[in-house]
């Protein structure tokens, strides 16, 4: 071919007229368009081999946006065995027909119910979890039943009953189920996620224009506020206020934590409880990462969810008002801690040979502190660990604002101070 590169012969001849030095201009000038044309080859080949393996990188990050970095390699390499196009990496709670008419089968796999309920239930609180639900339904919610009693037939005389799904285990926690069962993959269709106790009143809430409010003041992670007159309120925060719709944070004077405009944290600012969260799907998918496997009461945590509110807590978690709950603080997992009219002629018989009778309550409570001081020793620990994690709170930021003010005036006034010494020598 003409444009081949040159022989053995003529790079000998080459040599020697470099070595010529009357030739040696010569040489160098001839030489010079094999080398650009060397260097253009390979460098066309290096961006297309590093622009292939970007694109290889955005693609199995683009399929699964659930997987945490360290296990989304060995995922790909097992699912290398099928065609791209029949990977189907998420699932969801919806319940199929067996059949179908022709009419359901052109709709093909559209989704009608956008929202989750989830809630651990227990046969005591049977007629309570019938309103509840029957408050939700309206709204296209896809409903769980958690039975940590695993009393599930008793509840089939309910008219909604067999369009929920019922998952039994005996004595697990809510935060027991969410963790084994709300995995972000199976729930990613849903816009939110609520994952609520069984003894709330809901008389005065209505699921459609709360989402509503939810979603017109950007909150990411909320709850509806608790009537005043609720049994068990632990927060001021969560308590309803009648002359507002919403609100992000309370002012409170009152006790050891006090709580005014310069408060930037939980319980003033940035916080819901426990018993009545709900997550956006983003948050929900922060939150099931930060639940503990192995610390089912979930205590410690209210704290810490305002991290997972995709952006300032003080702005994105919020306490609706205008739709509330009446919490009626009912116990019943594991038991009241009462003896029962059975019973309670052996308990007397304990009672006077003196061996003591036993409060699952207080056992209860006792491993649920346990698992506070864990929790808190853990975030600690990984917040030491973990160099490259940014506290992106809104107080951290001041105060690292303040910090940084307070080095900046520092040095000022040093150099002042400096500038006074050499003038007066």
């Known amino acids: 071919m003409e444009h081949d590169l040159p022989s053995v012969k003529?790079?000998?001849?080459?040599?020697?007229?470099?070595?010529?030095?009357?030739?040696?201009?010569?040489?160098?000038?001839?030489?010079?368009?094999?080398?650009?044309?060397?260097?253009?080859?390979?460098?066309?080949?290096w961006y297309k081999t590093t622009n292939f393996q970007y694109e290889?990188?955005?693609?199995e990050?683009?399929?699964y946006p659930f997987e945490m970095?360290?296990?989304?390699?060995?995922?790909?390499?097992?699912?290398?065995?099928?065609?791209?196009?029949?990977?189907?990496?998420?699932?969801?709670l919806e319940l199929k027909p067996l059949w179908s008419s022709n009419t359901l089968r052109s709709k093909g796999g559209e989704l009608t119910n956008r929202n989750l309920l989830a809630i651990p239930v227990g046969l005591k609180q049977k007629d309570n979890v019938d309103a509840l639900v029957q408050k939700f339904l309206p709204a296209n919610f896809t409903v769980i039943l958690f039975h940590y009693d695993g009393n599930m037939d008793q509840w089939w005389d309910l008219e909604w009953s067999s369009k929920a799904i019922h998952?039994?285990?005996?004595?697990?926690?809510?935060?027991?189920?969410?963790?084994?069962?709300?995995h972000p993959d199976i729930v990613s269709i849903y816009d939110y996620v609520f994952l609520w106790d069984e003894d709330l009143g809901v008389e005065n809430f209505n699921p459609q224009k709360y989402l509503r409010i939810v979603k017109s003041a950007g909150l990411e992670i909320s709850q509806p506020a608790l009537h005043p007159n609720s049994t068990e309120v632990h927060h001021r925060i969560t308590v309803r206020s009648r002359t507002k719709i919403f609100h992000r944070r309370v002012y409170d004077s009152r006790g050891n934590m006090k709580c005014s405009n310069a408060s930037e944290g939980p319980p003033c600012t940035?916080?819901?409880e426990g018993m009545a969260p709900v997550f956006s799907r983003s948050a929900w998918f922060?939150?099931?990462?930060?639940?503990?496997?192995?610390?089912?009461?979930?205590?410690?945590?209210?704290?810490?969810?305002?991290?997972?509110?995709?952006?300032?807590?003080?702005?994105?978690?919020?306490?609706?008002?205008?739709e509330y709950i009446f919490h009626q603080g009912i116990q019943t997992l594991g038991g009241s801690g009462y003896p029962d009219k059975k019973n309670s002629a052996r308990n007397g018989v304990n009672r006077r040979r003196g061996s003591p009778t036993f409060d699952s309550r207080t056992e209860i409570r006792r491993q649920s502190t346990w698992e506070l001081q864990t929790f808190k020793e853990r975030w600690n620990r990984a917040v030491e660990e973990d160099k490259?994690?940014?506290?992106?709170?809104?107080?951290?930021?001041?105060?690292?604002?303040?910090?940084r003010r307070f080095k900046r005036s520092s040095m000022i006034s040093s150099l002042l101070q400096r500038q006074a010494e050499e003038t007066t020598k």
């Not at 970095?69 to 969801?92: C, F, H, M, N, W």
């Not at 998952?167 to 709300?182: D, G, S, Y």
């Open 10 to 45: 003529s790079w000998k001849s080459l040599v020697k007229r470099r070595n010529n030095p009357q030739d040696g201009g010569k040489s160098s000038w001839k030489m010079k368009p094999v080398m650009a044309l060397m260097c253009t080859v390979l460098l066309i080949f």
């Open 56 to 59: 290889q990188t955005e693609m």
């Open 61 to 63: 990050e683009t399929d």
């Open 69 to 92: 970095a360290k296990e989304s390699e060995p995922v790909s390499e097992k699912l290398k065995g099928l065609p791209y196009g029949i990977i189907q990496p998420r699932s969801d």
């Open 167 to 182: 998952i039994v285990a005996h004595n697990q926690t809510k935060w027991w189920f969410a963790k084994r069962f709300l």
């Open 270 to 272: 940035g916080f819901v």
């Open 286 to 322: 922060c939150t099931w990462n930060l639940i503990q496997n192995d610390l089912v009461h979930g205590w410690g945590m209210d704290m810490k969810l305002g991290y997972c509110a995709q952006g300032d807590r003080s702005k994105k978690v919020g306490i609706v008002d205008s």
């Open 388 to 403: 490259n994690w940014v506290d992106r709170s809104s107080s951290t930021r001041n105060r690292i604002g303040n910090n």
